[in-house]
């Protein structure tokens, strides 16, 4: 029986040669994330090439992603935050067409590797904190300095917000990851399951049933998982980049 | 309901003993399709509420227990960083830790509470 963590290894496709002691190569990881790309971009030309005043159906959803999308900003940074929308609906539609993607049988999941996540993670962290000081100056450091506090207290009230601050990459790209980790071992769990009852005769056939129902179940959970782990994130984002913009509010 | 049923058409029926018993035949009949509907609309309506329930606690879970952890690693690494730069070896992450700590009950808190800034609108 395969491991279920024998999704996740790395395997290099084409080698590109070396820096240093590590290897660079082209991966798997690196071709699903550019068919991911790839997928996105050409439904967007797809859907957007007809540009009828009435929408087809393709049309039509991509218009709903946009929307979604614009929504969720909106009610989140308010109308200024309109100028990162084509940051924060770039990390969704990344995010959901990897979660998706990673659904297919087969296919690797790039969003089940902490350092793609962490590395989305942190390209929100470094906008939110470039905004923030571009647009405010040292004002913006008033985000760490709670109100209302006793001046004894302040200090520690400050380094326990700064690494409050600090903590927030960390916890915004593990929670992507752990979510898509968790899930996929657990539908590999249960398949391996189905095959070693299914090994053992009669009985075993009939036993494997209740894993493979199982299975099913845990599918129609992971697509759940799989779009509201890219809301989450992408909401997220709007919230720290409401931060950025109204440091103090 | 086909309880009263059934005795409405018990006393409709009386004249006749042959119309009585296939009256009340067909009753039972519908009586137990109207059982079978309901036990599987509710076992459906079981299934789909310890999916969801398990789903929504399982991500709500994974969210606060990030909240945390995360808190927690960035106060370490902070203090292992101050360490390795100041040379102080034990005190910087043990302090760290413990600042970490606290920052990741913060961020616990706000995420319990509903709230997303990092402090509290100020009353100004």
Known sequence: ?249 | MSEQNKQAGRASAKPEASAETELSARLRDIDARLASIHAERTTADALKGVLQADGTAMARGMKLVSEFVAGIAAGGMLGWLIDRFAGIQPFGLLIGLMFGFAAGLRNLYRATQGQSGAVQPKAD
Do not use: W
């Open chain 1, 1 to 249: 029986m395969a491991s279920p963590l024998d999704q996740f290894v790395i395997k290099p496709i084409i080698p590109l040669g070396k820096i240093g002691a590590s290897e660079i190569a082209f991966t798997n990881a690196s071709l699903f994330m550019m068919l991911v790309v790839g997928a996105i971009g050409l439904f967007f030309m797809a859907a957007t090439s007809q540009r009828a005043l009435v929408p087809g159906r393709m049309q039509a959803f991509a218009e709903m992603l946009y929307e979604f999308v614009a929504n969720t900003l909106k009610s989140a940074a308010g109308k200024e935050g309109m100028q990162f929308f084509p940051l924060v609906f770039s990390l969704f539609l990344f995010v959901l067409t990897a979660n998706f993607m990673g659904m297919i049988p087969g296919a690797f999941t790039v969003t089940s590797h902490i350092i793609v996540t962490f590395a989305l993670a942190m390209l929100v962290f470094l906008t939110v904190i470039g905004v923030g000081f571009a647009k405010h100056g040292t004002h913006f450091l008033g985000l760490f300095v709670p109100g209302g506090a006793p001046a004894a207290l302040v200090p520690f009230l400050v380094v326990i917000e700064v690494i409050s601050f600090l903590s927030r990459p960390i916890s915004l790209g593990m929670r992507l990851f752990a979510n898509m980790l968790a899930g996929h071992i657990a539908l590999k769990v249960f398949a391996g399951f189905v095959v070693s009852l299914g090994a053992l005769g009669i009985g075993g056939i009939l036993g494997a049933t209740l894993p493979l129902g199982m299975i099913v179940a845990l599918t129609a959970l992971e697509f759940l998982v799989a779009f509201l782990q890219a809301y989450v994130f992408t909401i997220l984002t709007c919230v720290y980049l409401n931060d950025a913009l109204h440091p103090g509010h």
